[in-house]
């Protein structure tokens, strides 16, 4: 059984910049970033393979966005930059423990999921 513990997330100004984190108990492959705002579907932000060496990321994120993994800590992060009152949603983090086809920005790729932390940006 796997387990994802988020962290990071809060309140922070637009233009500010946060960090999010995902701790992961167990063995697992890719791992990617998907948020969920209130009357908005639930939307891709990035993937990273087990590597790290391979990261994709929504195309709508400009840049702004950042995901990495340090496996010696079986964690994945994801800084979040310029950070703008449409960026507010609840943040969850996923893992794969085998791929079983579906496509990176799906969420039917994921076999497990982060409790979710809420991010929110003030104007």
């Known amino acids: 059984q796997v387990q994802l513990v988020q962290s990071g997330g809060g309140l922070v100004q637009a233009g500010g910049s946060l960090t999010l984190s995902c701790a992961a108990s167990?063995?697992?492959?890719?791992m990617a970033w998907f948020r969920h705002a209130p009357g908005r579907q639930r939307q891709f932000l990035a993937f990273?393979?087990?590597?790290?060496?391979?990261?994709y990321y929504a195309d709508f994120l400009k840049g702004r966005f950042t995901i990495s993994r340090d496996n010696s800590k079986n964690t994945v992060y994801l800084q979040m930059n310029s950070l703008e009152p449409e960026n507010t949603a609840v943040y969850y983090c996923?893992?794969?423990?085998?791929?079983?086809?579906?496509?990176?920005?799906?969420?039917?790729?994921?076999?497990?999921w982060g409790q979710g932390t809420q991010v929110t940006v003030s104007s």
């Open positions: 167990g063995r697992i492959l890719g």
């Open positions: 990273t393979s087990r590597s790290g060496g391979n990261s």
């Open positions: 996923a893992a794969e423990i085998s791929n079983n086809g579906a496509a990176y920005y799906t969420a039917l790729r994921y076999n497990y």
